[in-house]
């Protein structure tokens, strides 16, 4: 018979029995070939197949900085390549922060979309209403139709996101001359207002033309429904909701400054040194690395004013997109985000597919493996920003969940604009991914057409059949749901490639 202390010591000494059991177990079971999760097992085959691509590029690029990341459900790769700083021979590390230029533009969109559905503000709201009292101060008491004239009665907020208010875009060559002239001055709203020509290109809804100076009035609409007092006031972070924003540890909206006080990373203009005017468009000069950090870090305020690194690039298009996100705006605004057409007026962009805030894109001569939906497969959606010295993209491919971004801190060019190092690093990171995460092979003669990353992809392809029927085209949602829908199909092949 036991007694209670007995009982106790029996129940211990069969408690460490049962407790050294566990450990000896747990040491075997370490030691067992067992496979490492899915999520980690993609992230080697990634790494392994995108860290030499990366260098490849970086010195294909005089060693440019280049970054990149990718984010999926289970994934968060961030990689880096080249030097962050040419001086003193810095190499360049992930989650550093670089200017993107208008990749700023979708966090101007999805500011407004959050007040549309706080009820504060109506897609089809008067552009006068809402930014006539910022608007004026700005300008020492002169109204936007003083300057703009009486058409701007009838552009509404949804005109300026849609890019379809026939407002031109600011004169690249003017703010190209004003930067030179005084790198460290801010140019803000007012001034792109004043460098940009108010002659409207068509009535408000009759024709696409990329507008950054629309871009730059939605800011005054979304500063004052913030109650601030000047544009000075407001910046894009409080477009993420409070439960997420500490993740985002390497984003930032300057307000004015040189870049170089807001990031390490050095950015050069590697050819923009002898600028010229041919039919209203650049030419660029022989190369000739010039330090661009002491230029201001505002680029024109809401339009272009983001400093990103790509691991936030990519973590805020998956936010927005990702198939089980719904972290910033309602299945109704991600919706009306990829209603989109072409633009088919102005300097830049003809033909390309612009929603609200989005560009879509897709890439040429993809063969999808036994599954038939190669259309759908092969479309992404996406922006592009470029900041003097530097610039990325980043986007979301519906059909595989996944989001990606790059950057680089060099302005180089190889023949024409979109083959920019992230750009170009882009056309052989994305057979890549699409290997990696949906088991899909590219055919041979994908290489033969040639790669133009982003929204002029389809120029590249050999084959033009499939390319838009005309300018004014109109691409729907339904094309991005569909290609969701495609996504499901291909989740069963993920685990046969990695």
């Known amino acids: 018979m036991h007694t209670p202390a007995s009982n106790h010591t029996h129940v211990r000494r069969s408690t460490l029995i049962v407790l050294f059991a566990l450990c000896s177990l747990m040491q075997l079971c370490s030691a067992l070939p067992f496979p490492p999760p899915p999520g980690h097992r993609s992230i080697d085959a990634l790494t392994r197949r995108l860290q030499p691509i990366i260098d490849a590029k970086a010195a294909q690029y005089n060693q440019a900085g280049l970054w990149l990341s990718v984010q999926t459900e289970e994934i968060n790769l961030s990689l880096a390549a080249g030097l962050s700083d040419f001086a003193s021979s810095r190499a360049a590390v992930p989650d550093q922060l670089v200017p993107v230029g208008s990749l700023t533009k979708i966090w101007t969109a999805v500011g407004v979309l959050q007040q549309v559905e706080r009820h504060n503000l109506r897609l089809s709201d008067s552009i006068v209403d809402r930014a006539e009292p910022m608007f004026s101060r700005l300008n020492n008491g002169t109204s936007l139709v003083e300057v703009f004239g009486p058409t701007i009665l009838n552009v509404t907020v949804e005109h300026l996101l849609h890019m379809n208010s026939g407002i031109q875009d600011y004169d690249d060559a003017a703010m190209l001359r004003a930067t030179?002239?005084?790198?460290?001055?801010?140019?803000?709203?007012?001034?792109?207002?004043?460098?940009?020509?108010?002659?409207?290109?068509?009535?408000?809804?009759?024709?696409?033309?990329?507008?950054?100076?629309?871009y730059e009035l939605l800011g005054l609409v979304l500063a004052t429904a913030a109650g601030a007092s000047s544009w000075t006031g407001f910046n894009q972070l409080p477009v993420l909701p409070e439960a997420i924003r500490s993740a985002y540890k390497g984003t930032k909206f300057p307000l004015?400054?040189?870049?170089?006080?807001?990031?390490?990373?050095?950015?050069?203009?590697?050819?923009?040194?002898?600028?010229?005017?041919?039919?209203?468009?650049?030419?660029?000069?022989?190369?000739?690395?010039?330090?661009?950090?002491?230029?201001?870090?505002?680029?024109?305020?809401?339009?272009?004013?983001?400093?990103?690194?790509?691991?936030?690039?990519?973590?805020?298009?998956?936010?927005?997109?990702?198939?089980?996100?719904?972290?910033?705006?309602?299945?109704?605004?991600?919706?009306?985000?990829?209603?989109?057409d072409a633009l088919?007026?102005?300097?830049?962009?003809?033909?390309?597919?612009?929603?609200?805030?989005?560009m879509f894109a897709k890439m040429p001569n993809f063969s999808?493996?036994?599954?038939?939906?190669?259309?759908?497969?092969?479309?992404?959606?996406?922006?592009?920003?470029?900041?003097?010295?530097?610039?990325?993209?980043?986007?979301?491919?519906?059909?595989?969940?996944?989001?990606?971004?790059?950057?680089?801190?060099?302005?180089?060019?190889?023949?024409i604009m979109y083959d920019m190092a992230a750009y170009d690093l882009m056309c052989d990171v994305f057979p890549v991914l699409n290997e990696v995460l949906g088991n899909v092979t590219l055919p041979d003669e994908y290489q033969a057409a040639g790669c133009r990353f982003g929204t002029q992809a389809w120029n590249a392809t050999t084959d033009s059949s499939h390319l838009a029927a005309g300018r004014g085209e109109h691409v729907g949602p339904m094309n991005f749901l569909a290609s969701r829908n495609a996504r499901n199909a291909k989740r069963a092949l993920r685990g046969s490639h990695y």
């Open 180 to 214: 030179w002239g005084d790198p460290e001055h801010d140019l803000g709203p007012a001034e792109v207002v004043a460098l940009t020509n108010k002659t409207f290109l068509c009535n408000p809804g009759d024709c696409l033309a990329y507008s950054s100076t629309g």
């Open 256 to 340: 004015g400054g040189a870049c170089n006080t807001v990031t390490d990373v050095q950015t050069y203009a590697a050819n923009i040194t002898a600028y010229n005017q041919t039919n209203g468009h650049p030419i660029y000069g022989a190369p000739a690395m010039v330090e661009m950090g002491n230029v201001s870090c505002l680029n024109g305020w809401v339009c272009g004013n983001l400093v990103s690194s790509t691991t936030d690039l990519a973590r805020f298009w998956y936010d927005l997109f990702g198939s089980r996100h719904n972290k910033l705006l309602s299945g109704w605004a991600v919706t009306k985000m990829l209603d989109w």
């Open 344 to 358: 088919d007026a102005g300097d830049w962009g003809d033909g390309t597919k612009y929603g609200l805030g989005t």
């Open 368 to 415: 999808w493996s036994g599954t038939g939906d190669d259309e759908a497969l092969s479309e992404y959606l996406m922006h592009g920003g470029l900041d003097w010295g530097s610039g990325g993209l980043a986007g979301y491919h519906p059909a595989l969940d996944f989001s990606f971004a790059a950057t680089s801190n060099s302005d180089s060019y190889d023949v």
